[in-house]
């Protein structure tokens, strides 16, 4: 009996073990990062440029692409957990999609291949993804 609670105990440390968050945290090198933006509106359109952003400590600057996609946009972030806020330094114009600035707060996920940060539009109807790779 006590040799069957012994394994039993075991076990269970084991599979609590397994269970801790392994992951590492998501850390923004300081250098340039080349990808793709892409907009996805809720009737399933979806636009694409080229964007480089560039992270020196806290501090990001962003490309524009043609026609605002993206509007580009520079400032400070703060990594926290899985997401990103980007806090823009500038003043715009209203004459456009303001989600097209690279401000605010996106989801980061870290592949073997891509950094993403995802937003979704208002009330969830589309999204705001940059797809980047470190140069």
């Not at 340039?32 to 080229?50: I, M, W």
């Not at 891509?114 to 979704?120: A, G, P, S, V």
């Amino acid at each position: 009996m006590k040799a069957i609670f012994t394994i039993t105990i075991f076990i269970v440390a084991i599979g609590i073990s397994g269970c801790e968050n392994d992951s590492s945290p998501i850390i923004l090198e300081n250098g340039t990062y080349e990808g793709t933006f892409t907009l996805g509106y809720a009737d399933g359109q979806t636009f694409s440029n080229p964007v480089t952003i560039s992270f020196e400590g806290n501090n990001y600057s962003s490309s524009a692409g043609p026609n605002r996609y993206p509007a580009g946009g520079n400032g400070t972030f703060e990594l926290s957990g899985d997401l990103v806020e980007f806090s823009d330094v500038n003043i715009w114009t209203a004459d456009f999609d303001w989600g097209l600035i690279l401000s605010g707060t996106y989801v980061i996920t870290e592949t073997n291949t891509y950094i993403e940060f995802l937003k979704n539009q208002n009330l969830g109807e589309g999204f705001y993804r940059y797809r980047l790779k470190k140069k």
